[in-house]
């Protein structure tokens, strides 16, 4: 005999559907369907874009380096692109784990700032790396999005009377 994954419950028609992760075909809820291999491969991917990414860097500050422009100029030049790189890990972990709704201030430019998230994003790639470590990349988003709509939908369902078409028996039609 061999045992069957148990089948889920149906749903009421309108009820919130969880909603599929972007490049895993499948959703936070189900993981199946080559969810375990696509996010070893997106972890190994991530991790070389980050050295590919902290390479090119590299390359750069050694071509400054070259120059003869002094150790301020070198030191500054480093120093800005930890800051930058520091800014991008704390801007794509909490885009990853609270969503893009989330991002206050700073942190929800995208234009004004592209060039500080360019050059960060060595520290963009680490944190999506440290990310799907612990789970697929927005997942979290996800799944709290999911537990929102659920949540809304039982309110709505808890407020009705029990007549489906809505309408409370203690009022009289209005007449014309």
Known sequence: MSEQPPTPAPRPVGAPEPQPIRWFGTSWLNRDGGYWPRRVAVAVGSLAATAAVVLLLR??????????????????????????????VRRTWKLLTEGRDQLTGWMAEDKSLGAVWLIG?????????????????????QRASYERAVAQYEKRQAGRSGRPDGKSPSRPKRKR
Do not use: K, W
């Open 121 to 141: 994003s060595a520290g963009a790639l680490a944190a999506y790396f440290a990310r799907s470590l612990v789970e697929a990349p927005g997942e979290a988003v």
């Open 59 to 88: 390359f750069g500050v050694e071509g400054i380096a070259l120059s003869d422009n002094g150790t301020f100029v070198n030191g500054l030049l480093t120093a800005a692109i930890a800051v930058c790189s520091m800014m991008s």
